[in-house]
């Protein structure tokens, strides 16, 4: 098992986040500015994980109304390596649950990870991405 840190974003990072992982990623609805703005408000998350002092996976989610979240962004920079993104969403569970939320919605494109955390499909809008494909809206209510 590799022995990856999860932690709150400091703002410092966020342009090594932005640059390294998220631009990386071709995903071009995400800039610099967003990432600060998550980690500067209190309400919402940027957690990264790190692994031997290097930022390996991010995770980002704005909070929408008075208990919902909205995820961002969920990304490792190491494709293959699911299990940066299951300790960052395992890790945001936690946070949204001591936060109180009740809800969490997303289009990011980690469709089967999510719904092996519970999320399931409610929408989508043909032909949305560059690429041609759907952007699907995933859904969660939390207990």
Known sequence: ??????????????????????????????????????????FSICLVAKKAGEIVGTLGARREGYRAYWLYFLHSK???????EELLMKNFLGTVKIKNANKIASD??????????????????????????????MFKELK
Do not use: H
């Not at 631009?23 to 980690?39: F, V, W």
């Not at 190491?78 to 940066?84: A, F, L, M, Q």
């Open 1 to 42: 098992m590799n022995s990856y840190q999860i932690r709150s974003a400091k703002l410092t990072e966020s342009k090594k986040i932005y640059l390294d992982i998220l631009k990386r990623s071709g995903r071009e609805a995400y800039n610099e500015q967003l990432i600060r703005d998550l980690i500067k408000d209190d």
């Open 78 to 84: 190491e494709e293959d390596d699911g299990e940066i």
């Open 108 to 137: 990011t494109p980690e469709i089967k990870l999510l719904k092996r955390f519970g999320f399931n499909e409610v929408g989508r809008i043909p032909k949305w991405q560059s690429d041609g494909k759907d952007q699907v809206i």
